[in-house]
């Protein structure tokens, strides 16, 4: 069985836009932190729960993307 080889410049390509994805979701999850801490200040526990729970599915994401580098 013959794999197709991936020429470097190709793989560098990949990996940069792994990388890039990852940095999105990192940012994604960044942006959910005002709306925890504001709901936080008004103690709306069910907007945290959903907050929290939304931060976890995309550390989630970010953590499948790095096990794919």
Not at 11 to 16: D, E, H, N, S
Not at 20 to 33: F, G, I, P
């Amino acid at each position: 069985m013959v794999f197709p080889a991936e020429t470097t410049k190709q793989l560098r390509r990949r990996i940069i836009d792994i990388c890039q994805d990852h940095a999105r979701k990192v940012l994604d999850a960044t942006r959910e932190l005002p709306s925890l801490l504001d709901a936080y200040s008004r103690d709306d526990e069910a907007s945290i729960r959903e907050h929290v729970s939304r931060i976890r599915q995309i550390e989630e994401e970010a953590n499948q993307l790095k096990r794919v580098l």
